[in-house]
């Protein structure tokens, strides 16, 4: 596995330090799941979108939704009950084992709601800009200028 090293970096601009752990993040996640549970990305309308994860198996109680520092977490984990251990199988496909799954969100991105239902997991997030930060229209002004506005004093 190959490293990457932003930190000289570091002292010429601000911000890299994100951009590192992202890279380190992704570096760490271990390839075998990867690809559990599936999962896809819709979007909904212009400040709205819908993760859909495919959680055969999973009910309510066993799922965690964490939102925290721009990431997004799920968590998926299934206490074995004395009826899973007494079952015995001719075939077993539903994988029930525990799954994290991360999502990295933009800036402004918030976790409406989330349910289940039909072994899939909804969750919907919007996009809310800040007033502060959405774009403005300066309005633009026409004074005369007043020639004395501006002295220039003479040495």
């Given at each position: 596995m190959h490293t990457i090293d932003l930190s000289?970096?570091?002292?010429?601009?601000?911000g890299f330090d994100r951009m590192q752990r992202q890279f380190e993040r992704m570096q760490s996640h271990d390839d075998a799941t990867r690809g559990y549970p599936?999962?896809?990305?819709?979007?909904?309308?212009e400040d709205s979108y819908r993760i859909v994860m495919a959680v055969a198996g999973f009910?309510?109680?066993d799922l965690e939704i964490l939102q925290q520092e721009g990431t997004l977490?799920?968590?998926?984990?299934?206490?074995?009950?004395?009826?899973?251990?007494?079952?015995?199988?001719?075939?077993?496909?539903?994988?029930?084992?525990?799954?994290?799954?991360?999502?990295?969100?933009?800036?402004?991105i918030r976790v409406e709601s989330a349910n289940i239902a039909d072994g899939l997991l909804s969750i919907k997030l919007?996009?809310?800009?800040?007033e502060a930060l959405k774009p403005r229209n300066?309005?633009?002004?026409?004074?005369?200028?007043?020639?004395?506005?501006?002295?220039?004093?003479a040495a």
């Open positions: 000289p970096f570091h002292r010429f601009s601000v599936p999962y896809n990305i819709e979007v909904l309308g009910g309510e109680t977490v799920v968590n998926g984990r299934i206490e074995d009950g004395e009826s899973e251990a007494e079952t015995s199988y001719l075939h077993r496909g539903i994988a029930k084992r525990a799954f994290e799954r991360r999502f990295e969100l933009a800036d402004h919007t996009r809310e800009v800040p300066i309005k633009i002004s026409s004074t005369s200028t007043d020639s004395g506005a501006i002295e220039h004093k």
